[in-house]
């Protein structure tokens, strides 16, 4: 859909650059895993910030933000229209509403709270930040982990803190989002047969590279979808069947998050499309008419 509004905005003089907002493509180390476009799929368009981070260094939401903006304002000074697409909703939120100034948390106290068990921590985030513990699954143990973490060294709970964000560009833009939501049951077929083809297009060849470097395990890359599972796999630990279903149902489960995550978060007024096996294309000229009037 974003080459197509490119192509679409190059017919009408317009130049346009796509702009990655997916947590895995930011990863030189993640060409098939995270389905990173080639440069045969960029299809001419100009394409930035996929695969511009080495797997060694951790790219955080704020991170991302800050390259994201960047970006955007240098395509903005050169005439020309950026194109976001990716489904990490975090990284959107994070560069439309700005974050938050937490100050840097006391080592002593992280490493307390990433010692403790995965029920331990929960429990204790249900009694020091109730508010943020309804809001997690009691398995997130990375987001219980940074909640219980900040509540600890600055004494002020995640929430409280966010009530004082500050650097989003929302208020700055003319914004023109459209959140694509496809049928469950044709989503996870796809999801089955996207993981099932990312075996075949080298992606065990793939995690065996990343495994050599020696990453630390808990780094983003380290953790992204497929990773472990082929690295479970390379030990010995599971068969490959047994990789290949883990595969497929850590894609789905992260879709589901992504669904809650878009029906939730984003405003009531972003136009939504519903797609299905029978209704993938999308009407440009429809969906994206205000801006192609600009």
């Known amino acids: 859909m974003a080459l197509a509004l490119a192509h679409r905005l190059a017919e009408a003089g317009r130049r346009a650059v796509i702009v990655n907002a997916d947590s895995a493509q930011v990863y030189a180390d993640l060409q098939v895993l995270s389905a990173r476009p080639t440069e045969e799929e960029m299809e001419g368009i100009e394409h930035r910030l996929f695969g511009a981070w080495d797997g060694a260094e951790a790219c955080s939401a704020a991170a991302w933000a800050a390259r994201a903006k960047a970006e955007i304002a240098e395509i903005h000074a050169g005439g020309g229209v950026p194109i976001l697409v990716g489904g990490t909703g975090l990284y959107l939120r994070v560069l439309l509403e700005g974050i938050a100034p937490i100050p840097p948390i006391d080592p002593a106290v992280r490493g307390w709270v990433r010692a403790l068990t995965e029920d331990a921590a929960w429990k204790l985030l249900q009694i020091e930040d109730p508010q943020r513990a309804a809001e997690l699954d009691p398995g997130d143990r990375q987001r219980i982990a940074r909640a219980l973490e900040v509540k ?50 080298g992606a065990i060849e793939e995690v065996a590279a990343l495994l050599e470097r020696e990453l630390d395990p808990d780094l983003p890359v380290m953790r992204a979808i497929g990773v472990p599972e082929i690295a479970a796999c390379l030990a010995g630990t599971i068969d490959a069947d047994t990789m290949v279903a883990a595969g497929q149902q850590a894609t789905r489960n992260y879709a589901k998050r992504q669904f809650t995550w878009f029906r939730r978060q984003p405003p009531e007024d972003w136009p939504r499309v519903f797609l299905g096996a029978e209704s993938e294309n999308i009407d440009i000229d429809n969906h994206f008419a205000a801006l192609l009037r600009e």
């Open 152 to 201: 600890r060294s600055t004494g002020v709970s995640l929430a409280d803190w966010q009530m004082a964000k500050a650097g989003g560009i929302g208020e700055e833009i003319a914004l023109h989002p459209l959140l694509l939501l496809p049928e469950r049951d044709w989503l996870y077929d796809r999801c089955n047969r996207r993981f099932a083809a990312m075996l075949e297009a």
